[in-house]
């Protein structure tokens, strides 16, 4: 299995990450295989650079060497990878919303924001700590350095996993 990152315009970008486009038609000149993991990074051709934003794919089906498909071309059949811990997520949501325990969430007033820990987010979700890292810096998850720390407000938490 290969891992590759390709460019992709905000339309089709947009496309795929709604769910409604679920193929890439490429040129075949990175050997794709079915299994294969593609990060797709949204690329913006009027500035020449990337977004920020991120997708991350797998190829589930290539069709190549097909009438009216040109030489040297493929058709990428793709799907969205799962992602660990989203079941475990929905569960600690719902006793979030019914206000079972803290969830190791920092004692608070009713007033106050709760924040967790960026370590507590990564093991609910069954992240692993980097790609916890890049949803925060990429926005995805909002986050907060407080002193040496990264913490993640409840209601951040909340709308990132309605999101989902």
């Known amino acids: 299995m290969k891992k590759h990152r390709i460019k992709c315009w905000p339309e089709f970008f947009g496309a795929i ?16 295989r079915v299994g294969d993991e593609i ?4 690329w913006c051709p ?8 991120l997708l991350d794919l797998k ?8 009438a009216g498909l040109a030489p040297g071309y493929v058709i990428l059949s793709i799907a969205k990878k799962k992602e660990k811990g989203v079941e475990g997520a929905k569960i600690i ?3 979030i919303k019914q206000g079972k325990g ?5 004692n608070t007033t009713p007033s106050q924001e709760r924040w967790l820990k960026a370590s507590q987010v990564a093991r609910m979700l069954n992240l692993h700590k980097k790609t916890l890292s890049r949803y925060m810096h990429q926005g995805i998850i909002p986050a907060k350095k407080i002193g040496h720390h990264w913490r993640i407000p409840e209601s951040g938490l909340r709308d990132y996993l309605n999101e989902k």
Do not use: V, W
């Open 17 to 32: 990450a709604d769910g409604s486009k679920k193929f890439e038609l490429r040129k075949d000149d990175r050997d794709y």
């Open 39 to 42: 990060t797709l990074c949204e």
């Open 46 to 53: 009027a500035e020449k650079q990337p977004t920020q934003r």
């Open 59 to 66: 190829i589930t089906y290539i069709l190549a060497g097909h």
């Open 93 to 95: 949501e719902n006793a």
């Open 102 to 106: 803290n969830h190791g969430m920092e």
